[in-house]
């Protein structure tokens, strides 16, 4: 009984929504999400032909087609980071809440309070700055 009254609730509340919505509403929303999972899934697939990493002041560059495993200092100590089949994220970092380990496979990577920033960039690319 319980399941039919929640059902007949979830259904009435459908069509009052529908109801209210127009088509473009539809197609805008539909056209949001699509874009969203895109960005979602390009960010985490992005591969790139340079790392660059930002480390205390400091700047360095890898090969992003050399896969191992490297070490910056920053101020709280050393950051270790992976680079492999083109992508990039931080394995260790000394600083306390370890959010930049966590990021995953990602870019950019930030570890704030270790100040350490690790970008993915094809080779030519220019920043806002440089063009």
Same mark, same amino acid.
């Given at each position: 009984?319980?399941?039919?009254?929640?059902?007949?609730?979830?259904?009435?509340? =459908?069509?009052?929504?529908? &109801?209210?919505?127009?088509?473009?509403?539809?197609?805008?929303?539909?056209? %949001? $999400? @699509?874009?969203? +999972?895109?960005?979602?899934?390009?960010?985490?697939?992005q591969k790139g032909s340079?790392?660059?990493?930002?480390?205390?002041?400091?700047? =360095?560059?890898?090969?992003? &087609?050399?896969?191992?495993?490297?070490?910056?200092?920053?101020?709280?100590? %050393? $950051? @270790?980071?992976? +680079?492999?089949?083109?992508?990039?994220?931080?394995?260790?970092?000394?600083?306390?809440?370890?959010?930049?380990?966590?990021?995953?496979?990602?870019?950019?990577?930030?570890?704030l309070p270790n100040n350490?920033?690790?970008?993915?960039?094809?080779?030519?690319?220019?920043?806002? +700055?440089?063009?």
């Amino acid at each position: 009984m319980r399941r039919t009254v929640v059902s007949a609730t979830v259904f009435l509340c =459908y069509n009052q929504i529908m &109801k209210k919505l127009r088509p473009l509403d539809l197609i805008f929303a539909i056209a %949001i $999400t @699509t874009l969203g +999972i895109f960005l979602t899934v390009k960010s985490f697939s992005q591969k790139g032909s340079v790392v660059k990493v930002n480390a205390d002041e400091k700047h =360095y560059e890898y090969s992003a &087609k050399q896969d191992g495993i490297y070490k910056v200092g920053g101020p709280l100590g %050393i $950051t @270790t980071f992976e +680079i492999k089949d083109g992508k990039v994220r931080i394995i260790d970092s000394p600083c306390p809440n370890k959010t930049c380990v966590n990021q995953g496979w990602h870019s950019p990577l930030v570890c704030l309070p270790n100040n350490v920033i690790i970008t993915i960039e094809e080779e030519g690319e220019f920043d806002a +700055i440089a063009e």
